[in-house]
């Protein structure tokens, strides 16, 4: 994912734009993780597509949504992998916020930071949330 984010903002800030059929090293490594990223993405469909009622959730309802202008339903695997994309980072994006959101809060106001420590570490006594420190 991070050599995606990477390119398309290369992309977005270069003064040179190659052709993507100009086979530049950044051009082969970011086929390699589209390729990578679509393997997984097609993977969670294609699991979805064999165990359909075992989801509950969004993912779940659009292969069977209906186009309100065609009367036509069902998504292909390409239109799938674009809105899981989109959904992906969306969510990306805003989690992003939110982190900076509080790190420049955190910074601001270090009375605040002792305060959510404490109480994440309330809630991890609790065993209702467990931080994790370690690398796994």
Same mark, same amino acid.
């Given at each position: 994912m991070g050599v995606l984010l990477e390119y398309a903002y290369y992309r977005i800030v270069s003064p040179v734009k190659l052709p993507?059929?100009? +086979?530049?090293?950044?051009? +082969?490594?970011? #086929?390699k993780a589209r390729r990578e990223f679509d393997n997984l993405i097609y993977g969670i469909i294609a699991k979805r597509k064999q165990h359909p009622s075992h989801y509950n959730d969004l993912l779940g309802m659009l292969p069977a949504s209906i186009d309100e202008d065609t009367n036509t339903g069902?998504?292909?695997?390409?239109?799938? #992998?674009?809105?899981?994309?989109? +959904?992906f980072m969306a969510g990306h994006e805003k989690?992003?916020?939110?982190?900076c959101g509080n790190s420049t809060c955190w910074h601001k106001a270090p009375k605040r930071r002792y305060v959510c420590v404490k109480r994440l570490h309330a809630l991890r006594a609790d065993n209702l949330f467990v931080l994790s420190t370690s690398a796994s």
């Open positions: 993507e059929y100009v +086979l530049t090293p950044g051009e +082969l490594c970011l #086929r069902g998504m292909t695997e390409e239109q799938l #992998r674009d809105e899981i994309i989109t +959904l989690s992003a916020h939110a982190l």
